[in-house]
């Protein structure tokens, strides 16, 4: 991971955004954009990285970021990362596969979010998850 003022500013806004959020082992959720932005490479692919579920998961808009005046490319990949539960999940990933930085972020998001040893007990709904995700990961590399 590369460490410029704005993925500084990244790193600190999803520390604080995600703050009290546990993933389903009980580790701080924030470890996982963490984990994410650790493998990307520029600097706009690292804010989309640590920055994907705020917009959908916590209080924090896209005008509130882009008010703390992140890059817009870095913007764009994390409005077409936010999905909203009224669009069909396959419809939404193919929006995602238009964009590189996006593309990047969620066959990273889908890799960690597949890999079950995170998940105390795994559940049946959880190895339906990683199916649909499988798939997801089929058509973002096709």
């Known amino acids: 991971m590369i460490y ?8 600190r806004l999803a520390y604080e955004a995600h703050a009290g959020q546990f993933d389903k082992s009980g580790v701080p959720y924030v470890f996982h954009p963490l984990h994410l932005a650790e493998q990307m490479e520029d600097e706009e692919s690292i804010i989309a990285a640590l920055l994907h579920d705020v917009v959908e998961d916590t209080a924090w808009s896209l005008a509130d970021l882009r008010a703390m005046g992140f890059p817009e490319k ?3 990949a994390v409005a077409l990362l936010t999905h909203d539960p009224a669009e069909p999940y396959l419809s939404y990933v193919a929006r995602v596969k238009e964009n590189p930085i996006a593309r990047r972020v969620k066959l990273a998001d889908l890799r960690h979010n597949s890999d079950l040893s995170r998940i105390k007990k795994v559940t049946e709904r959880d ?3 990683v199916e649909q995700y499988a798939a997801a990961i089929r058509l ?3």
């Open 74 to 76: 870095a913007l764009e």
């Open 127 to 129: 190895l339906k998850r």
């Open 140 to 142: 973002l590399e096709a």
């Open 4 to 11: 410029t003022e704005n993925t500084n500013k990244a790193l």
